[in-house]
């Protein structure tokens, strides 16, 4: 199971519309807050859900952005029952205003699986409580995605640096850098990626955040600066998963430093490879990306 490519496939999460005037080029930090989605329908074990999130932005009237204008970004994973019920969803994403307008964004949801037929529904339901967060950022945050063409896959034992982007601090005394990946594991014969056995089934990763301080020219400036590690285990039946991950610098920590080169690790730590998409889906919704802003 893949994202849903049609344009109208996204239900929209009532109560979580947010509406605001921008200039052209104000910069905006969105993030989802209490969104999850629950299966109504009874569902045995190998009756997988695939579930996507996505925050979404437009023109407050319902209008399209220009085109080629990124509209927001992705979460998804496979819902696995019967042990799995429902799935917690984390969207973050930067909104910089290709002109002076009023905008809204909202989050959205779409849940899909081959189980579903014309005789056979899965009703999911959003608890109630969903939110969308909106801050406005100073004009030195930024966002980047990762470019179709470095969609890679990262075989087991090995470690992928991507995601990189050269961050210049301009506001307040600390930073903080988002780098959401969306990832499958290689499943013996997949007709996405390459290398996945029936040896295994699934795949185990590690991801983290790693900042390096830089002077203008690009020398480095002091060590490297590790953030969190976050583990994923992606089963055949889970089959992708959004992984999240977040670092907080405080300005003190980069000793007289300029910028910060911000990469992503991805580490096959166990079982068949794992792909890390890029690009975007339908309606330039990012995939891979990232985020960072100064407060």
């Not at 973050?92 to 989050?107: H, M, S």
């Not at 910028?259 to 068949?272: H, P």
Request: a neutral charge; one cysteine or more.
């Amino acid at each position: 199971m893949s994202p849903p490519s049609a344009p109208d496939v996204y239900k929209d999460v009532p109560g979580t519309e947010v509406v605001f005037a921008a200039a052209a080029g104000e910069k905006s930090y969105l993030w989802s807050r209490y969104l999850s989605a629950t299966s109504v329908t009874a569902l045995s074990s190998g009756e997988n859900i695939g579930t996507t999130f996505a925050v979404r932005c437009q023109y407050s009237n319902g209008s399209a952005l220009p085109a080629g204008t990124e509209t927001g970004a992705y979460w998804a994973a496979n819902l696995v029952p019967p042990g799995e019920t429902s799935l917690a969803a984390g969207l973050r994403w930067l909104f910089v205003a290709p002109t002076t307008a009023t905008y809204k964004c909202r989050l959205s949801v779409t849940s899909y699986s081959s189980i579903i037929t014309p005789t056979r529904q899965v009703t999911m339901r959003i608890p109630a409580g969903a939110e969308l967060g909106r801050i406005t950022t100073g004009s030195g945050a930024a966002r980047w995605t990762l470019p179709a063409a470095s969609a890679t896959t990262v075989a087991r034992g090995a470690t992928a640096t991507t995601l990189g982007y050269t961050y210049t601090p301009v506001d307040g005394d600390q930073t903080t850098i988002v780098q959401d990946a969306n990832l499958t594991t290689c499943v013996a014969g997949s007709s996405i990626c390459a290398g996945g056995t029936t040896a295994y089934a699934g795949t185990d990763a590690e991801t983290w955040i790693e900042a390096q301080p830089q002077m203008p020219n690009g020398d480095p400036c002091g060590g490297p600066i590790k953030g969190p590690v976050a583990k994923w285990s992606i089963s055949d039946a889970k089959h992708h998963q959004a992984a999240t991950n977040t670092l907080n610098i405080a300005r003190t920590q980069l000793g007289g430093c300029t910028q910060i080169r911000a990469s992503l690790k991805v580490k096959t730590t166990d079982g068949n490879p794992v792909l890390i998409h890029a690009g975007h889906a339908s309606q330039q919704i990012a995939a891979t990306h990232g985020l960072a802003y100064s407060l």
